[in-house]
């Protein structure tokens, strides 16, 4: 992984400047970045979880490492890992910071699609399991609230929202005496200190994806 530059954004996710390797790495010249947004460079399947998760971003807060695909003007993508700040004081309060990577996918790694499909089939599974054999039997419930943050967040939604399945057979007081447990372990943090609004820090995504990653065939 090679650094490439750096580009600055509103808060809004309106590109402002960037470096001209940047630039370069986006085959564009600077003039027709600026006043773009990050999602109109962003390939469609990976936009979505893109912006969900840097509007979850706090000010000030652990930057964010995002694997994603930039659109190429003449078609196709590149791959980059950007991490991503956004800033907490002065005037600039909201801005956000990207420092870009460029990927070498000699090696085969998991896309954002692979590894939500791999977090699909592990609350299916979960869920599945326990209509057949029973909740009872199991005592996975940190990582039945780990894959459902994920996934909430991949889809952009609460974690009680939608057909969170991996969570579906535990207590509304045992998800939060989990959810705190999982705090303490620096894997999870609420938004206001508020357990009903919890979100994965970065140390918990990053530990979320290499499981994930181990359970499936990488996109090539």
Known sequence: MTMIGHSIGAESGLLLTMDGAVADFLQRSKAELHGLTYSDITHPDDRHANVNRVDLMPVGGQPLRLRKRYILPRGGHVWATVEISKLH??????????????????????TPADLWAAAKRQ??????????????????????????????????????????????????????????????????????????????????????????????????
């Open 123 to 220: 609350t299916r599974l979960i869920a599945d399991r326990n209509a057949a054999l029973g909740p009872d039997l199991f005592n996975d419930g940190a990582w039945s609230v780990l894959l459902g943050l994920y996934v909430a967040e991949a889809e952009g939604r609460g974690l009680d929202d939608g057909d969170a399945c991996a969570t579906r057979c535990i207590s509304a007081t045992s998800k939060a005496n989990w959810l705190r447990a999982l705090r303490s372990c620096a894997l999870v943090e609420f938004d206001g200190n508020r357990v009903d609004q919890p979100q994965l820090t970065q140390r918990g995504l990053d530990r979320i994806e290499t499981l994930l990653t181990n359970t499936i065939a990488p996109s090539t």
């Open 89 to 110: 004081t002065g005037l600039d309060q909201g801005r956000l910071i990207g420092t870009i990577f460029s990927l070498d996918l000699k090696e085969p790694q998991a």
